[in-house]
């Protein structure tokens, strides 16, 4: 068995639409437009970026800064509602998600130079558990829903980029750099006094997470539902 694979089109791709904290919205922009105030970065297109060298997988590309912060807390559910390029459904349903976060240290995101960011992975999520087809949980997305997930339970305050990340591998069978990336950073601010932080040996720079060459990326079997993924990047962050 196989899953389906959606045809890719100029309009095939997307952006972060908005963001939810604990149940609280925060919008984000379209590409391109001139921004309204938002936690979520702004990115100059919502096409594909390739390539895990490429400076555009950090935040997306031509990534600029939000005004505003988004207070959170160690454990609040997160979700990330992703749109089409034409503003309606997530097109893709192949490939996995991810978060990272990375502290700004002692000045908020929207001052922070992302480039130096170090990352550390709190999620990654590929195909459903359960799924006897080989149904990956992006599909999700295409169907409406959102990813989800949750702020470290004992991450210590202090400024914080969240990045969420999509590689839509609908392509990745057919050559090396093929593998699309889609990130997204929205700038928080955690509160509360737990002091959980990553060991350095979780931490990774972006780029510089990934290579190429990596069987999750280049990845000859990504339609073979027997044949297990492997996920690219650092394990998720044990955070002590």
Known sequence: LFPIVVATSVLAHGHVGKITIAGKVFNGNVPGVTPAPSVIRQISSPDPNHGADNVAIICGP???????????NPGDEVTFDWKGGDLGLWPHNIGPMFTYMASCGNVTCDKFDISTAKWFKTQQVGRKPNATDGTWEQ????????????????????????RHEIIALHLADQGPRL??????CSQLRI???QTGVPPEND????????????????????FNINVAYIFPGPPVATLV
């Open 203 to 222: 931490l990774v720079s972006i780029p510089g997470a990934y290579q190429d060459s990596d069987p999750g990326l280049d990845d000859k079997d990504v």
């Open 191 to 193: 509160g509360g006094n």
């Open 62 to 72: 031509n990534s600029t800064p939000g005004s505003d912060t988004a207070d959170a």
């Open 179 to 184: 593998a699309e990336f889609y990130p997204s």
């Open 139 to 162: 599909n999700d997305l295409m169907q409406g829903g959102v990813a989800i997930t949750q702020i470290p339970s004992n991450l210590a305050p202090g400024n914080y980029l969240i």
